[in-house]
């Protein structure tokens, strides 16, 4: 292709460069209070570049880390688990609509699609999950509501689909069965589109804190989202309401910057390196839709 | 007549000509004969029984996950009645008293109900609209730069946001906002200006959660269209420029149609869903301030609120099965649109 004049290239990129920096000043923002000086942040408000430098909040959140460290615990655990079996459930179930001489697709690819157009909603979900199964805080509420995304089933089946049909045929004839063919052939064969359903999973376990505000009342069971959904709620709520003659020292905003970036700069840091399997991933999704 | 009636058969007919008592292949043969016939007994054969044994492992992997989609998504599809329940816990769900339409005659007579409705269709097309020109304006520039690495940064930048929650979203826009030391604030006053209460003001809050939706997806929707622009074939560029057609005259003639399709299915998905406000950005960007509700209340954010601060469960119901429908009717109502336009293009 030609290329163009200078100018025209200079505008290109100077206004992605300016969304670029757009994107991540606040990150840059909330990096830089949590590793200011509380007095710092009153006097220059929340600055790009610490006014003066102090781990004093970091040093004061690990001084007792307790709560963070469970946090992490609770997270850690739901998204191992929840990943592993959403990905295999969902994984079966893609693999059972891919196959286009399976007798009832057609009926199990509307039972699962029309969960993408319809649903209970907040308030019969909620009876369900608490009165009929009873997990109020139980960490299995923070993961089976989201053990099957339509999407992500769809997704796959569009991988699976793509899979020669010949193969299947000739493993069949060799006397394998479907639970050979799915995880022998089928899916080695589909590693790249496992990898990446896989990390759209994690982030979304990761990320979510919506279950724990429905579901989880008891501070151990916080996930991490919660916790800091929670620090930034009682912060306001104690700064609304003062109670005089209060003994707990209130956490300062470098503090809970701090809190934020310990909780998500670790996963923030390994998405940066496997961000190419997600855009692997929007790609499948943008050609065939 | 018996021997014709098994003329279709070999093994019948060798059968008749090995076999001396000519009586055994006739009694055999009316079975076969029925069987040949696609209304009488064939079905049993090919019976409901017969594919459920033919498709009992493919059954068997489905089954865990239809079982957890029953639940989930299912279930709670009963739980619906109780938007014509006035529901109280002692009586349970099916033992509470019948409401009719009470719940729903009392969720139309709140300003909320209207409220949070104009707020979630109007914000959700805002942010459709925007969200589609820049994600297509980052796209067709980010399609322009030749320099891999400098692609690869700007992406990178981009999508950043899409993997951070709206808890964290909530703590970057509170950075900015606070009233004290909020970045934003501490610019206006360094230009001489007054402090701005942001979280009491509600007419900027249309903006700024479109900034924040615009800030956390144009990266992520800008991908989806650059990755569906690299799908293009080179030659209808190479064609183009032979004929000496100009950068935009490519993109208009070119890129955007051959687009077409993808912003269509982008774009209904997006309608699709436009009763649906995205939860986390009203609850935790505004944090949740009341002051804020008559531009960022929601229905999504109503619901929560009539349920779990009002302790509504049969308002809330009604108000979230209202939802729903109007949700179910749209998806179908513009999926007809596109059909009668393109009808390729259409999901269903």
């Given at each position: 292709m030609k290329s163009y004049p200078v100018w025209q290239r200079a505008i290109i990129h100077l206004f992605l460069i300016a969304l670029a920096v757009a994107c991540i000043i606040p990150l840059l923002l909330v990096l830089s209070a949590s590793f200011s000086d509380e007095a710092a942040i009153g006097k220059y408000g929340y600055t790009l570049l610490p006014k003066a430098f102090s781990t004093i909040a970091y040093q004061y959140i690990l001084s007792d880390p307790t709560q963070i460290v469970t946090a992490y615990g609770i997270t850690i655990f739901v998204t191992a688990v929840g990943t592993i079996v959403s990905l295999l459930l969902s994984s079966c179930m893609a693999y059972v609509l891919s196959r286009s001489d399976f007798a009832y697709r057609n009926k199990f690819s509307f039972f699962i699609y029309f969960t993408m157009l319809f649903n209970g909603g907040l308030v019969p979900s909620y009876m369900l999950v608490t009165q009929v199964l009873d997990l109020k805080n139980s960490v299995w509420a923070l993961i089976l509501p989201y053990v099957i995304v339509p999407w992500f089933v769809l997704l796959l089946r569009t991988y699976f689909a793509?899979?020669?049909?010949?193969?299947?045929?000739?493993?069949?004839l060799e006397g394998a069965g479907e639970f050979r063919i799915l995880f022998t052939i089928i899916l080695p064969l589909s590693l790249p589109a496992i990898a990446t359903v896989g990390l759209f999973i994690i982030l979304m376990y990761w990320n979510d804190w919506y279950l724990a505000l429905l579901y989880v009342d008891e501070g151990k069971k916080f996930p991490l989202q919660y916790l800091l959904y929670n620090i930034m709620q009682n912060l306001s709520v104690i700064k609304a309401?003062?109670?005089?003659?209060?003994?707990?020292?209130?956490?300062?905003e470098n503090t809970r910057m701090a809190i934020a970036v310990l909780a998500t700069g670790p996963i923030l840091f390994a998405f940066v390196f496997v961000q190419r399997y997600f855009i692997a991933g929007l790609k499948v999704g943008a050609i065939k839709g | 007549m018996v021997v014709d009636l098994n003329f279709p058969f070999p093994v019948?007919?060798?059968?008749?000509?090995?076999?001396?008592?000519?009586?055994?292949?006739?009694?055999?043969?009316v079975p076969d004969n029925t069987a040949l016939n696609p209304t009488t007994s064939f079905p049993p054969k090919k019976g409901f029984l017969y594919t459920l044994a033919r498709n009992k492992w493919l059954l068997l992997l489905a089954a865990p996950a239809t079982l957890v989609v029953l639940v989930f998504s299912y279930l709670p599809m009963f739980?619906?009645?109780l938007a014509f329940k006035k529901y109280n816990f002692s009586d349970?769900?099916?033992?509470?008293?019948?409401?009719?339409?009470g719940n729903f005659e009392y969720l139309f007579a709140t300003r909320d109900a209207f409220n949070s409705t104009i707020n979630t269709v109007y914000l959700n097309a805002i942010f459709i609209f925007l969200s589609l020109v820049g994600a297509i304006i980052v796209a067709l520039l980010m399609n322009e730069v030749r320099n891999k690495w400098m692609v690869k940064s700007y992406q990178t930048a981009l999508f950043l946001p899409y993997f951070i929650s709206w808890v964290i979203v909530g703590y970057f826009v509170y950075a900015l906002l606070n009233f004290d030391n909020g970045t934003i604030n501490r610019w206006i006053g360094a230009m001489g200006g007054e402090y701005v209460q942001w979280y009491t003001r509600p007419e900027y809050w249309p903006f700024i959660l479109s900034l924040v939706y615009l800030w956390k997806y144009v990266g992520y929707y800008s991908l989806i269209y650059l990755a569906g622009i690299l799908g293009i074939d080179k030659e209808y560029y190479e064609a183009a420029m032979i004929d000496g057609a100009t950068k935009l005259q490519q993109i208009r003639k070119i890129t955007l149609p051959l687009l077409s399709p993808l912003i269509t299915i982008m774009v209904l998905m997006q309608i699709g869903r436009i009763f649906f406000a995205d939860f986390g950005l009203f609850y935790n960007v505004t944090q949740n301030s009341g002051a804020l509700y008559s531009t960022t209340d929601v229905i999504d954010t109503y619901v929560f609120r009539t349920f779990r601060v009002l302790g509504d469960a049969g308002m809330a119901t009604a108000a979230g099965l209202y939802q729903a429908v109007c949700g179910l009717i749209l998806v179908y109502i513009s999926n007809w649109c596109v059909r009668k336009v393109n009808k390729d293009e259409a999901l269903f």
């Open positions: 793509d899979i020669p049909e010949s193969l299947i045929e000739s493993a069949k309401n003062p109670v005089p003659g209060m003994a707990v020292r209130l956490p300062g | 019948a007919a060798g059968y008749d000509e090995t076999v001396t008592n000519r009586k055994e292949p006739t009694t055999m043969a739980g619906l009645i349970g769900i099916l033992g509470s008293p019948w409401a009719g339409f």
